[in-house]
């Protein structure tokens, strides 16, 4: 039987013998269909990319609104370009907490990589602290931070100053000193398995990362944009973070990211805006112009409220004596099993019958659920009908 590193690889590869190497044709809403036409209810959002639905019709039609105007101008901000500005306006008011200014990027990774360079140049401070188990991406500075010995092995020497503490264990808290520039955790833990945070646990980290004058980074990249059941996760906390990272499900399917502080803290790049961050790509009009169309589609139809309501549903149906938990928050949900071969079979099983799920990369005995956020309660009910069907079938 293959690791789960190995097939994770093939599908990259997108080899043609193994079965998730299917190659798809076209999506829409919550559905995509393959060459041969076959439908598949997508419970994955490319992992928590198509929140509002595939190929939504008012970013489709922002996005060749703006290909009509201009693609690309120049890099350090010579000219204003609105999509860029009307989309920071609108997201640092979504976001709360004084978060005002924002830097556009291109992915999760190079929102990381900013926040930690931000962090760097406003305390003066180098260490780091993050969480086992936590994914950031994967680019040099990103890797220094993941939770996970086997992805960082190849790579060394990465940042030094990092500390990785356990999620959910203020016992922990005594590694965060007056040399932690930052400490960096995502708002509800993706990679591990959707793990929320306990009641209290981050606002405690706050006060920490305030008794000793280092920054709290919320990587909400994975668990934003109306995930959870609220805009972003950290609304339900009672806490102001003092930079969030986003990315995946900003763009409504196109590539975007971004990093958000108060001007205060943002105020350190500007110093020499050279020396702060340079991208050629980052906050492209096209993208930009697609993120403020998914965003507005999310506050206006209110989307952020659905992952309650779905999930008590998928906490009803996935009953089963295999599955030991069903755990994490709104439309982050992981369905613990007992083996990988299991999780495996049950994947491909629900392929086979039309449904997508998928692992995790530090958890490979539980099934990962996030769904678009407008999945529907029959598309739910069908959905949870293969799964517990195809956990039979390992029996
Ligand atoms: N942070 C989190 C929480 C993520 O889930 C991811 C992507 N899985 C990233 C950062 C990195 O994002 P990207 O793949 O766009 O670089």
């Given at each position: 039987?293959?690791?789960?590193?190995?097939?994770?690889?093939?599908?990259?590869?997108?080899?043609?013998?193994?079965?998730?190497?299917?190659?798809?044709?076209?999506?829409?809403?919550?559905?995509?269909?393959?060459?041969?036409?076959?439908?598949?209810?997508?419970?994955?959002?490319?992992?928590?990319?198509?929140?509002?639905?595939?190929?939504?019709?008012?970013?489709?039609?922002?996005?060749?609104?703006?290909?009509?105007?201009?693609?690309?101008?120049?890099?350090?901000?010579?000219?204003?370009?609105?999509?860029?500005?009307?989309?920071?306006?609108?997201?640092?008011?979504?976001?709360?907490?004084?978060?005002?200014?924002?830097?556009?990027?291109?992915?999760?990774?190079?929102?990381?990589?900013?926040?930690?360079?931000?962090?760097?140049?406003?305390?003066?401070?180098?260490?780091?602290?993050?969480?086992?188990?936590?994914?950031?991406?994967?680019t040099q500075g990103a890797l220094s931070i993941i939770g996970d010995e086997e992805f960082r092995r190849g790579y060394r020497p990465l940042l030094p100053g990092?500390?990785?503490?356990?999620?959910?264990?203020?016992?922990?808290?005594?590694?965060?000193?007056?040399?932690?520039?930052?400490?960096?955790?995502?708002?509800?833990?993706?990679?591990?398995?959707?793990?929320?945070?306990?009641?209290?646990?981050?606002?405690?980290?706050?006060?920490?990362?305030?008794e000793v004058g280092a920054l709290l980074i919320l990587d909400e990249i994975q668990a934003g944009f109306g995930r959870t059941g609220s805009l972003f996760a950290?609304?339900?906390?009672?806490?102001?973070?003092?930079?969030?990272?986003?990315?995946?499900?900003?763009?409504?399917?196109?590539?975007?990211?971004?990093?958000?502080?108060?001007?205060?803290?943002?105020?350190?790049?500007?110093?020499?805006?050279?020396?702060?961050?340079?991208?050629?790509?980052?906050?492209?009009?096209?993208?930009?112009?697609?993120?403020?169309?998914?965003?507005?589609?999310?506050?206006?139809?209110?989307?952020?409220?659905?992952?309650?309501?779905?999930?008590?549903?998928?906490?009803?149906?996935?009953?089963?004596?295999?599955?030991?938990?069903?755990?994490?928050?709104?439309?982050?949900?992981?369905?613990?099993?007992?083996?990988?071969?299991?999780?495996?079979?049950?994947?491909?099983?629900?392929?086979?019958?039309?449904?997508?799920?998928?692992?995790?990369?530090?958890?490979?005995?539980?099934?990962?659920?996030?769904?678009?956020?407008?999945?529907?309660?029959?598309?739910?009910?069908?959905?949870?009908?293969?799964?517990?069907?195809?956990?039979?079938?390992?029996?």
């Open positions: 039987m293959a690791s789960i590193k190995q097939l994770f690889f093939a599908n990259l590869a997108q080899t043609t013998d193994f079965p998730l190497a299917l190659e798809m044709e076209r999506a829409e809403g919550v559905h995509i269909w393959d060459t041969n036409g076959k439908a598949y209810i997508d419970l994955i959002s490319g992992i928590s990319v198509s929140n509002i639905g595939h190929r939504h019709p008012k970013v489709v039609d922002a996005i060749k609104g703006q290909v009509d105007k201009y693609m690309h101008l120049l890099v350090y901000g010579e000219f204003i370009q609105s999509p860029q500005v009307l989309l920071a306006n609108e997201l640092s008011q979504a976001l709360g907490s004084n978060l005002d200014n924002l830097f556009l990027v291109n992915s999760g990774s190079e929102a990381i990589e900013g926040a930690m360079k931000l962090a760097k140049r406003y305390t003066g401070r180098r260490e780091f602290i993050a969480f086992d188990k936590a994914y950031h991406g994967s990092i500390r990785h503490i356990q999620f959910n264990d203020t016992a922990e808290f005594q590694h965060i000193t007056e040399n932690t520039a930052a400490v960096i955790v995502e708002t509800v833990q993706g990679e591990a398995g959707y793990i929320p945070p306990h009641a209290g646990y981050l606002k405690a980290l706050r006060e920490k990362c305030d950290f609304h339900t906390e009672d806490i102001h973070p003092d930079i969030v990272t986003l990315a995946k499900g900003m763009g409504g399917g196109m590539p975007i990211g971004a990093f958000a502080s108060r001007k205060e803290i943002m105020d350190s790049l500007k110093e020499n805006p050279i020396l702060g961050h340079i991208t050629t790509f980052g906050g492209h009009p096209v993208s930009a112009a697609a993120a403020l169309a998914s965003l507005q589609v999310i506050q206006e139809e209110e989307l952020w409220k659905r992952p309650l309501e779905g999930e008590k549903l998928f906490r009803e149906l996935l009953v089963h004596p295999l599955i030991t938990e069903v755990r994490g928050r709104g439309f982050m949900l992981a369905v613990q099993l007992d083996t990988f071969e299991r999780v495996q079979k049950v994947i491909e099983y629900c392929l086979e019958h039309g449904v997508i799920t998928d692992w995790f990369l530090f958890n490979d005995t539980s099934l990962r659920l996030s769904p678009p956020l407008i999945i529907t309660d029959d598309e739910i009910r069908r959905a949870c009908e293969v799964i517990v069907e195809g956990i039979d079938r390992t029996v």
